[in-house]
């Protein structure tokens, strides 16, 4: 590890006030390694980064040259725009080709009758897409999947030499959550599929409950012995290191295809081994 490196992973267990002068200026002036970058929340959304490079370093590791990654409500096109910009540092570093993806319907939150929805904090047409400004700006660089979730999800596929391995999920709804979840059962994902779920937890005005929103579609999603989406815990420990503890850390979930082909193959290198200190 570098003395950069060295000091911004340092400087990342710092108290909060500090961390977060060091954050802003590496986020600023993008010095260091981009994990060590990562791991002290250094760089934009640190959220994108985490999945996209921990996804990128799966389909690696299995053999693959290329790997897709999805936004589930792209709204004004922020996040997609901050993940492409996370693509061209993790292709660079790991030699992997980084397909990317937004679904949207392009009009805002859609009607709905459903009151899982929590219809009383969010309006229909909330969050509409300026669609022209968005292609301009991520033209070549990212897919815009446009219409209703329920039916771009079930008529697009990954590329076929690119497993799906990342997926950003911020629909908002419970309807739209569940319909958008169906992704992870395709054929060509990789055999872990790491997630973000922004609404997750919510606000006192949307008062999020384990029977509405986003946890309940979890939680219906899980139904089947086949298939798990959980919260990663990875992020307790990561934490634990010594890391300024953020909100996102709770966000972080892992889809696992236990039936996938490839799910038991090994990626390390060589055998763990503890040897006994004399």
């Avoid at 570093?93 to 009383?120: H, K, M």
């Avoid at 989406?229 to 892992?254: A, L, N, P």
Wanted: proline share 5%; with cysteine.
């Amino acid at each position: 590890m570098s003395l950069v490196d060295r000091f911004i992973d340092v400087s990342s267990r710092a108290i909060p006030l500090r961390a977060l002068v060091v954050r802003k200026l590496v986020q600023h002036f993008p010095i260091g390694s981009y994990p060590v970058r990562l791991n002290a929340s250094a760089v934009d959304r640190p959220w994108y980064g985490w999945c996209l490079f921990h996804a990128a370093e799966e389909a690696k590791k299995l053999g693959h040259n290329a790997v897709t990654a999805v936004e589930m409500g792209v709204a004004g096109g922020n996040g997609l725009v901050c993940l492409c910009n996370h693509r061209r540092e993790i292709e660079k570093l790991l030699e992997i080709e980084i397909v990317l993806a937004g679904f949207d319907s392009g009009s805002g939150l859609p009607p709905s009758n459903d009151p899982r929805d929590q219809l009383y904090a969010l309006p229909s047409g909330s969050y509409e897409m300026d669609k022209e400004a968005l292609e301009k700006c991520i033209a070549g660089r990212a897919e815009l999947v446009l219409g209703d979730v329920s039916r771009t999800v079930r008529q697009w596929e990954p590329r076929a030499d690119a497993p799906l391995g990342a997926v950003y999920f911020d629909l908002d709804f419970y309807s739209s959550t569940m319909s958008a979840l169906s992704i992870l059962v395709k054929q060509n994902v990789l055999p872990r599929i790491w997630c973000y779920l922004d609404d997750i937890s919510g606000y006192p005005d949307t008062a999020v409950t384990d029977g509405i929103g986003v946890p309940a579609a979890i939680r219906d999603f899980n139904l089947s012995p086949e298939r798990q989406i959980c919260k990663d815990h990875i992020m307790q420990s990561h934490s634990f290191r010594g890391h300024v503890y953020e909100k996102w850390h709770d966000q972080i979930y892992t889809y696992h295809r236990f039936t996938h082909p490839t799910y038991n193959v090994c990626l390390a290198n060589e055998k763990h081994q503890l040897r006994l200190g004399i």
